[in-house]
């Protein structure tokens, strides 16, 4: 499709019919580790793919054919560059430069918040580790819960009376047990997020609502009032 998209630069020449100047970012894609990578050349006020190239080497004589045909079809088009925008790898920095001399090459703001922020992130994965070694013997607990209600399950069978009795208490209480468990499995096990919201951050956020969760449990069975909440 982007082959075909590229023979025919009537398409694109009427898509940037009304457009005046044009912002290009380059980047490099690797689909599988040992692959070819895809460096891919986009326009970034219309949002579309001008053109992509696999290529085995990221030098500065491999990137500039890309920055060159970039450069003449804006030119082709009638539009004027406004500025690039790539990482900081030393071809596009340096092939830019030459190239396209006088336009103004902006860093990627992802990149440049992603290197910004990994002093914090490092710490926030420490931080992780110390929670996750606070936080030990899920499995120990999930496998009594499931060892009493087997039994629980096979003293039911020995009267209908009994069955009712331990279905309303013991399998209930047991449940909530075992959802407990996966929460907290689920949250140690999360590792998404970025500079703007780090997984260890967030960790300490839900474990610390589980904890208040556990403590509002353990004050009714104490016979404590229950308040309302939009929290609860």
């Known amino acids: 499709m982007l082959a075909a998209r590229q023979q025919d630069f009537q398409l694109l020449r009427e898509d940037y019919a009304a457009t005046r100047e044009v912002a290009l970012s380059i980047d490099g894609l690797q689909p599988e580790k040992g692959h070819e990578t895809l460096y891919v050349v986009r326009e970034l006020g219309r949002e579309r793919v001008w053109f992509a190239q696999p290529l085995l080497s990221s030098a500065t004589e491999e990137i500039r054919p890309l920055i060159v045909q970039a450069k003449d079809w804006a030119k082709r088009l009638g539009c004027r560059m406004r500025m690039w925008m790539s990482d900081k790898q030393d071809a596009f920095v340096k092939t830019i430069a030459s190239v396209c001399p006088g336009v103004p090459h902006r860093y990627c703001g992802n990149h440049f918040l992603r290197d910004l922020a990994k002093p914090m992130l490092e710490l926030d994965s420490?931080?992780?580790v110390q929670m996750r070694g606070k936080i030990r013997?899920?499995?120990?607990?999930?496998?009594?819960?499931?060892?009493?209600?087997?039994?629980?399950?096979?003293?039911?069978n020995k009267g209908r009376k009994r069955t009712m009795m331990m279905a309303v208490t013991v399998p209930h209480g047991l449940d909530v047990v075992l959802d407990y468990c996966a929460a907290v499995r689920g949250i140690i096990?999360?590792?998404?997020?970025?500079?703007?919201?780090?997984p260890g951050l967030r960790m300490s956020e839900?474990?610390?609502?589980?904890?208040?969760s556990l403590q509002r449990n353990l004050r009714l069975k104490k016979g404590g009032t229950r308040k309302r909440s939009c929290s609860d």
Do not use: F
């Open 137 to 156: 013997g899920l499995r120990g607990i999930e496998r009594e819960v499931l060892k009493e209600r087997a039994a629980a399950q096979a003293s039911q």
């Open 206 to 212: 839900a474990l610390g609502e589980v904890r208040k």
């Open 189 to 198: 096990n999360d590792s998404q997020g970025g500079p703007l919201r780090p």
């Open 126 to 128: 420490h931080a992780k």
